[in-house]
Nanobody
Framework: QLQLVESGGGSVVAGGSLRLSCAAS???????MGWFRQPPGKEREGVAT???????KYAESVKDRFAIFRDDAKNELYLQMNSLEPEDTATYFC???????????????????WGRGTQVTVSS
């Protein structure tokens, strides 16, 4: 069983930055990894994914502001979030899917491992 633990959330003022980290319990080099978020009162949505070949994909709302990257030697995934907006307020979740999964793949819903999330709050 793959375990994922997120960290790095917090409260920031609009325009600020945060870096989220996701530590995996074992080798994730053969997994596609992703960040998802659930704003208050809304459904969970995709933020950014990186497949097992290192190809990133972003939601339009975060493109050019967020960057996803991974360090497979450390079994860690990161999300650098810049120019944060109040609309980015959400619980952020790390996810992993074995093999290749694109941003819109149903595998994120059907076959994924999930962390428990970390809260990001952006005030105006």
């Amino acid at each position: 069983q793959l375990q994922l633990v997120e960290s790095g959330g917090g409260s920031v003022v609009a325009g600020g930055s945060l870096r989220l980290s996701c530590a995996a319990s074992r080798d994730t080099s053969r997994y596609s990894m992703g960040w998802f978020r659930q704003p208050p009162g809304k459904e969970r949505e995709g933020v950014a994914t990186m497949d097992n070949y290192g190809r990133p994909k972003y939601a339009e709302s975060v493109k050019d502001r967020f960057a996803i990257f991974r360090d497979d030697a450390k079994n860690e995934l990161y999300l650098q979030m810049n120019s944060l907006e109040p609309e980015d307020t959400a619980t952020y979740f790390c996810s992993a899917v074995r093999g290749t999964a694109g941003f819109s793949s149903t595998q994120w819903h059907d076959n994924a491992y999930w962390g428990r999330g970390t809260q990001v709050t952006v005030s105006s």
